[in-house]
């Protein structure tokens, strides 16, 4: 009976451990599965995550670019503003020095003594002479007026030089040369430290002739002129809105060389 009992008692402890370990191994596999599960809603919180950064990275870019096309259309107001400022002082300019040569011609003709009159047959002869002096518009040569202003220039006299660019450019004003002639007559104004005129001058080039080669340097020009009428800021308007434009120019290092200059405090 003791023997019976035991074995009755061997089974059930035999079943007892069966069914345990039955038991852990399911709750293994819940435990794997909900891993997964876990895995798996990470991985897509990640993707969810890395999308949710390229989209706020366009943003960031989106914003940056607006920022910068803001600060630029405000550069180009200040550099119009300027413009304005200056064609406003060079026509007050130009109006005084005319009303100065007008009353200079008046006072020159009240002044002046009366000639004798000359007998017709003398006028005549006289208008005749002159006649057949001038040249007639086909001897004409405005390439001529153009080489001779560059050598006028060469030569330092720049006033000379104007005058004979001028009626090159009233002849041609869209020849191949044109631009160069403007150009001339610009540079003339800022070798004779007339920097304003310059200024003037060199913006109409640009406004002109926007593809010419010499755009970048009548802008460097524009901002040295400025620094010389003592305008730094709107000088540094200038130069950045060069190095920006021709950022692999010469005309750009020089322009970044000027504005490291007005950056360094004491200079």
Same mark, same amino acid.
């Given at each position: 009976m003791r023997k019976k009992y035991l074995a009755v008692a061997a089974i059930s402890f035999c079943s007892m451990f069966m069914y345990g370990c039955v038991a852990s191994e399911g709750d293994l596999d /819940?435990?794997?599965? =909900?891993? =997964?599960?876990?895995? +798996? +809603? %990470? &991985? @897509?919180?990640?993707?969810?995550?890395?999308?949710?950064?390229?989209?706020? &990275? &366009?943003?960031?870019n989106i914003l940056d670019l607006n920022e910068k096309t803001f600060e630029l259309e405000n550069k180009l107001l200040e550099l119009e503003q300027i413009i304005g400022e200056m064609h406003a002082q060079s026509e007050e300019r130009f109006k005084k020095i005319e009303t100065g040569l007008s009353a200079m011609a008046e006072a020159e003709s009240q002044a002046a003594v009366p000639q004798p009159q000359t007998p017709p047959a003398a006028a005549s002869e006289q208008a005749s002479e002159s006649t057949s002096e001038e040249p007639s518009p086909a001897e004409k040569n405005p390439k001529k007026s153009y080489e001779l202003g560059l050598k006028e220039f060469a030569d330092g006299n720049y006033e000379a030089a104007r005058t004979l660019l001028r009626e090159y450019l009233a002849d041609a004003p869209r020849s191949d040369e044109a631009a160069d002639a403007m150009f001339f007559v610009a540079d003339s104004y800022f070798k004779e430290k007339f920097y304003e005129e310059a200024i003037l001058e060199y913006q109409n080039i640009i406004e002109t002739w926007p593809a010419s080669p010499k755009i970048p340097l009548c802008q460097l020009n524009q901002g040295i002129a400025l620094l010389k009428i003592g305008k730094p800021n709107e000088? #540094?308007? /200038? /130069?950045?809105? %060069?190095?920006?434009?021709?950022?692999?120019?010469?005309?750009?290092?020089?322009? @970044?060389?000027?504005?490291? +200059? %007005? #950056? +360094?405090?004491?200079?």
């Amino acid at each position: 009976m003791r023997k019976k009992y035991l074995a009755v008692a061997a089974i059930s402890f035999c079943s007892m451990f069966m069914y345990g370990c039955v038991a852990s191994e399911g709750d293994l596999d /819940f435990l794997y599965s =909900r891993q =997964r599960e876990v895995e +798996t +809603t %990470l &991985k @897509k919180m990640q993707k969810d995550i890395d999308w949710l950064k390229a989209e706020v &990275k &366009k943003e960031d870019n989106i914003l940056d670019l607006n920022e910068k096309t803001f600060e630029l259309e405000n550069k180009l107001l200040e550099l119009e503003q300027i413009i304005g400022e200056m064609h406003a002082q060079s026509e007050e300019r130009f109006k005084k020095i005319e009303t100065g040569l007008s009353a200079m011609a008046e006072a020159e003709s009240q002044a002046a003594v009366p000639q004798p009159q000359t007998p017709p047959a003398a006028a005549s002869e006289q208008a005749s002479e002159s006649t057949s002096e001038e040249p007639s518009p086909a001897e004409k040569n405005p390439k001529k007026s153009y080489e001779l202003g560059l050598k006028e220039f060469a030569d330092g006299n720049y006033e000379a030089a104007r005058t004979l660019l001028r009626e090159y450019l009233a002849d041609a004003p869209r020849s191949d040369e044109a631009a160069d002639a403007m150009f001339f007559v610009a540079d003339s104004y800022f070798k004779e430290k007339f920097y304003e005129e310059a200024i003037l001058e060199y913006q109409n080039i640009i406004e002109t002739w926007p593809a010419s080669p010499k755009i970048p340097l009548c802008q460097l020009n524009q901002g040295i002129a400025l620094l010389k009428i003592g305008k730094p800021n709107e000088a #540094s308007l /200038f /130069f950045e809105s %060069l190095i920006e434009a021709y950022p692999n120019s010469p005309e750009a290092a020089t322009a @970044k060389e000027h504005l490291k +200059t %007005l #950056s +360094t405090p004491g200079e």
